[in-house]
Nanobody, 128 residues
Framework: DVQLQASGGGLVQAGGSLRLSCAAS????????IGWFRQAPGKEREGISS????????HYADSVKGRFTISSDNAKNTVYLEMNSLRPEDTAVYYC?????????????????????WGQGTQVTVSS
């Protein structure tokens, strides 16, 4: 049974930082495609970052480019999202996602259909 456990969310002031983690059980990230999404109240789920493989080029939504960084640690079987210079508009539930194989380098963020597994979400709240 595959499970992705997202953690690291919380309440932070504008300008602050958080690092989200996504640990897997029953699944190994290895060289597979990974991504992060978020969903704010009343809004659709938004893809904010993805990477086709461990050596692939990371891609970011314009709204987070230059502030967020996606990474992975195969030894810990964990994916991360480092978030800096947080803004109130970053407030959302954040979800990690993983595919069961490496993805194609498309040059842009993957949509939800590219992923096989999802984490349960972790709340990030940024106060002004």
């Amino acid at each position: 049974d595959v499970q992705l456990q997202a953690s690291g969310g919380g309440l932070v002031q504008a300008g602050g930082s958080l690092r989200l983690s996504c640990a897997a059980s029953g699944f190994t990230f290895n060289d597979n495609a990974i991504g992060w999404f978020r969903q704010a109240p009343g809004k659709e789920r938004e893809g904010i970052s993805s990477r086709s493989s461990s050596g692939g080029t990371p891609h970011y939504a314009d709204s987070v480019k230059g502030r967020f960084t996606i990474s992975s640690d195969n030894a810990k079987n964990t994916v991360y999202l480092e978030m800096n210079s947080l803004r109130p508009e970053d407030t959302a539930v954040y979800y990690c996602a993983a595919a069961s194989s490496p993805g194609l380098e498309l040059g842009y963020i993957y949509g939800p259909a590219e992923y096989d597994y999802w984490g349960q979400g972790t709340q990030v709240t940024v106060s002004s």
